[in-house]
């Protein structure tokens, strides 16, 4: 961070660090815009608007960091730059392994602009990676040891206290030829405070690395330099462009023309997270469909469709919008013993307001709503990569990208399909021939769908490799003492695949293996109040499928009377409602009760029962039956009244309170009472148990 701290810091005496956060969040999107287009582009046939979109990335990039005095940034894209330049300008013809390169070099750049934001401290070497861009520059051919990416590192691991665990990483090494190799420095030695220093040679990214390595070392114990960056200092600093290469070109539309007079711009906080606010819609925001940007960008203005605010303040509005709608809830409330003839102008008012106060909760809420795209557009380059690695043809489709989520949520996905995503992609789709043996198409397919489905959002990840083997998880199974039965049901032998350290792979790869992964979706999942189901065939494929409740800060909602209590339903989840007739409810066993509705024998819960309502002896009993619905199923709820419809504002019970079976929430109703939020989900549990 030390050049962060003094490099591009004063210009003529004016502050540039202020702007950091603006340029780092354009470079984020123009970096994920590139990826997406190398992706998608036609090596064979790419067009001149694919081709200057692209350039225009790089160019923008190395104006901002020329700007701010990043010289590494601004010396790699220099380089891309120019081979971008020849390209479109079609002096070179585009090879697979230019796409590759611009790939990497994609992956590089991010690291960089992580350094100089204080979330890593690595100093990624670009020496052999700009070597390689020029030679690609001149029209030379790269060797295929060059292109395959192998790199050397220095990894530092401790301190320790356990030198079995240093030992661990060297026989993780042994169990996976293809990982590279490892070397100990200084003949294995801990320094003075137990760290052990090793050489590594890999063609395998810094995360895969680290995933590995955290089942001998926490994480936090393991650094991962490039070997001899240490004594090199910042690479390729003394590589930078000089004169008026390294400053940015407003005529020529870099998208930071604003720097042109910075004296007239507003002073802005460097250091708050900025989210994108689309005047249009979110999907321009997140930059999802990779659109090159304009050539010319208007003088003084970032961006003419795009305001970006503290994530807090957007936070801080939502939070202010909830207290609105209470607030209108009690006018409502109070309004309606008013007589509607004397005082038709004041009901008129509380009726506009209630209409404009629900225009405004839904406009506020759609800016925290981003589209499953900005979660789905990294996959594509894994599942490639993945593909090279493991000598496959897969394609991955995408389904469902527009469907909206809460930020807040949709950042917490990440990581449970991805490591669905890499199952699919080694354990699920066979090799070509494999496939052509079984009678199948080489290329195997694997589609992530999004949807929203009543109170929840259902995520499927699917493909059409060989499935599951029943005998084979159950062997396994027994191998690790799990309890088997051989009466056991399929869905019961899926359900194995979810034990820590289950795994069916003959061999451990650097892709996957070793019993870890399955288990941390479920948990991650599970910590979301979501769940997840398996369903697969054998020889046909496998399907896996999420469900997410939407937990937004305002929705809509059913009050009930349950003795003398109110509770919410989520309106989402309510499918109908209707009178109980008499002998309309049927015993099953000892306790429990079913109703037929529509040829359908559904559970029957009585919610005084659940949540230990006291009825008065004159309360007599239940009379109106509510039909909700949650993760596919539906049960039958007793309720005594219907209260009304309308919006509620949810507050985190745990948080204020503590956990309460069956209850998500609470909300204040329009009198000032607390009414709690019953957790549909939980109900439906309740009833199959």
């Not at 690595?122 to 295929?144: F, Q």
């Not at 990982?179 to 220093?197: N, P």
């Not at 590594?200 to 393991?222: A, G, K, N, Y």
């Not at 354990?427 to 070509?432: L, N, R, V, Y």
Request: net charge negative; hydrophobic share 40%.
């Amino acid at each position: 961070m030390g050049e962060m701290n003094n490099a591009g810091v004063q210009q003529d005496g004016f502050d540039l660090s202020q702007f950091h956060g603006v340029f780092f969040e354009e470079a984020g999107e123009n970096l994920a815009n590139m990826e997406s287009m190398l992706l998608d582009i036609d090596v064979a046939r790419p067009t001149d608007d694919e081709l200057n979109a692209i350039f225009r990335v790089a160019h923008s990039i190395k104006g901002g960091a020329a700007t701010f005095g990043f010289a590494d940034v601004t010396a790699l894209t220099h380089e891309l730059e120019t081979l971008l330049d020849r390209l479109r300008r079609h002096e070179l013809t585009l090879k697979r392994s230019m796409v590759d390169l611009l790939l990497q070099a994609g992956d590089v750049l991010k690291a960089q602009l992580a350094r100089y934001q204080g979330r890593t401290d690595d100093t990624p070497d670009t020496t052999d990676l700009i070597a390689r861009v020029r030679k690609l520059s001149a029209g030379e051919d790269l060797d295929e040891e060059k292109t395959s990416g192998g790199r050397c590192l220095d990894v530092k691991i401790g301190p320790l206290t356990d030198g079995n665990a240093a030992a661990g990483l060297v026989e993780l090494f042994r169990d996976i030829p293809s990982l590279g190799t490892i070397e100990a420095i200084d003949g294995g030695q801990a320094t003075a405070d137990g760290t052990r220093r090793f050489k590594v040679l890999t063609t395998s990214p810094d995360s895969e690395l680290l995933e590995l390595f955290s089942f001998h070392i926490s994480r936090e114990q393991v650094r991962i330099e490039p070997f001899g960056a240490a004594a090199a200092g910042p690479a390729a600093a003394s590589t930078a462009p000089a004169g008026d290469e390294a400053a940015p070109s407003s005529a020529e539309g870099d998208g930071y023309g604003f720097f042109v007079d910075p004296k007239t711009l507003p002073a802005a906080s460097p250091k708050e997270p900025v989210a994108a606010i689309a005047a249009s819609d979110a999907d321009a925001v997140r930059g999802a469909d990779a659109k090159p940007r304009a050539e010319k960008a208007p003088p003084g203005a970032l961006e003419s469709t795009t305001l970006r605010v503290a994530i807090e303040k957007v936070d801080q509005l939502i939070n202010l919008v909830g207290e609105l709608v209470i607030t209108q809830a009690m006018l409502s409330q109070q309004a309606k013993d008013l007589d509607p003839v004397q005082y038709s102008s004041l009901l008129g008012g509380v009726s506009d307001l209630e209409r404009n106060s629900r225009h405004l909760q839904e406009t506020v809420m759609s800016i925290r709503m981003i589209p499953m795209s900005f979660v789905f557009n990294r996959f594509p380059r894994m599942i490639r990569d993945l593909a090279a690695k493991l000598s496959k043809q897969i394609d991955l489709k995408l389904v469902g990208e527009a469907t909206e989520l809460d930020k807040g949520l949709i950042e917490k996905i990440v990581d449970p399909l991805t490591h669905l995503l890499r199952n699919s992609a080694d354990h699920g789709i066979e090799t070509p021939a494999r496939r052509a043996a079984a009678g199948k198409a080489p290329q195997g397919t694997i589609t992530l769908s999004a949807a929203h489905q009543g109170g929840s959002i259902l995520i499927e990840v699917r493909d059409d490799g060989q499935g599951l083997n029943r005998e084979r998880i159950m062997g396994k199974a027994r191998e690790r003492g799990l309890a088997v039965r051989d009466d056991m049901t399929d869905p019961e032998v899926w359900a194995l695949i979810w034990e820590p350290g289950f795994s069916t792979a003959d061999q451990i790869s650097d892709v996957s293996g070793r019993g870890v992964g399955m288990d941390v979706v479920r948990r991650n999942i599970a910590a979301l109040n979501g769940t997840v189901e398996l369903d697969s065939a054998e020889g046909y494929g496998t399907r896996v499928t999420v469900r997410l409740p939407l937990t937004l800060a305002i929705m809509d909602g059913m009050s009930i009377g349950v003795g003398g209590e109110t509770y919410i339903l989520p309106l989402a989840s309510v499918v109908e409602s209707f009178q109980i007739k008499p002998d309309m409810v049927q015993t099953v066993g000892a306790t429990g009760r079913v109703v037929k509705v529509r040829e359908e024998f559904l559970p029957v819960i009585a919610l005084d029962d659940v949540f230990n309502v006291t009825r008065s002896e004159e309360g007599g009993k239940a009379e109106i039956m509510m039909i909700v619905e949650a993760e596919g199923r539906r049960v039958a709820a007793l309720v005594d009244e219907l209260l009304g419809q309308h919006q509620v504002v949810v507050k985190n019970l745990e948080t204020n309170y503590r956990r309460v079976p069956d209850i998500s929430g609470a909300t204040i109703l329009g009198d000032g009472r607390v009414a709690l939020i019953i957790d549909t989900a939980s109900l439906v549990k309740r009833a199959r148990h």
